[in-house]
């Protein structure tokens, strides 16, 4: 029987390369959906590089986006996180994916996130909280989702509300090398109050809620916090002193297993 079956090599199937549809609202800008869409793409771990990420209209309000394979068995994976996080993403950059709008960022929880957070990580009294709420978000990440990227910088002061986020470097061949983890109050994107790239990236370990204020808003309260203002030096610092750590340990592990790989064998002839 078995001689006579043909069979599929899913490792060598003719096609690199998936496509899923989406539907978004009427008022939502093409263009603006089709980045939003071939940015959650690109950062997919498990895809190709043969095809380039790419999403374009296909009427009805109707988004196909073309992503490449590492493998034809990995097409469910690559549907099911990019459906995932493009729910994520939708609501972050106030698009309506499936005509659904964004309805997480209330008064009220971003009240309890100025209080529980903001507050003992910025040292913030009642009136500054109250103040700052015109100008803060609150938005979520799904796991695996990359928040910030080496070479950005960061145009918010970011808090972590609530999940666990996971900071990496990259190293000299090409890999990434694990500096920490935060959770609960810490901040990340400090390197924006001097105008700096970040220097790691930053990935969410789980789902993730964010406290986002924007950036002239933190450097006023600054201004008038000299104290507060050294604490966020040491801390950018600091960093900075991890992800070089970091590279060094990778940078010494890299060479050790290059020297132990050339090392002659001491079995006998």
């Not at 090599?9 to 009427?26: D, E, G």
């Not at 801390?235 to 010494?252: G, H, V």
Request: with cysteine; charged share 25%; hydrophobic share 35%.
């Amino acid at each position: 029987v078995l001689a006579g079956t043909s069979f599929t090599n899913l490792s060598r199937l003719p096609t690199s390369h998936t496509t899923v549809t989406t539907t978004f609202a009427a008022t939502d800008s093409p263009d603006q959906v089709c980045a939003t869409l071939t940015r959650i793409a690109t950062n997919l771990p498990q895809r190709g590089d043969d095809v380039e990420p790419s999403t374009v209209p296909i009427g009805d309000h109707k988004y196909r986006t073309t992503i490449g394979l590492k493998s034809p068995g990995d097409d469910d994976a690559v549907q099911a996180t990019f459906l995932r996080w493009a729910w994520y993403a939708a609501r972050r950059d106030k698009l309506h994916l499936d005509g659904v709008a964004d309805d997480y960022s209330t008064p009220k929880r971003l009240e309890e996130a100025l209080d529980e957070v903001a507050a003992p990580a910025l040292r913030l009294y009642k009136g500054d909280q109250q103040a700052l709420m015109p100008y803060a978000r609150l938005i979520r990440y799904g796991t695996g989702e990359l928040i910030q990227a080496p070479g950005e910088v960061p145009k918010t002061m970011t808090i972590v509300v609530s999940g666990r986020v996971r900071l990496t470097v990259p190293t000299h061949d090409g890999s990434v090398a694990a500096v920490r983890s935060l959770d609960k109050g810490a901040l990340i994107g400090v390197a924006a109050f001097t105008h700096q790239a970040n220097l790691a990236y930053v990935h969410a370990v789980d789902e993730v809620t964010l406290l986002q204020i924007e950036h002239d808003e933190i450097q006023r309260l600054l201004t008038d916090r000299p104290q507060l203002s050294r604490e966020f030096g040491r801390l950018i610092d600091e960093r900075r002193s991890e992800a070089q750590t970091a590279r060094n340990a990778a940078k010494k592990a890299i060479r050790a297993k290059g020297i132990h790989a050339s090392a002659p064998s001491s079995g006998s002839s």
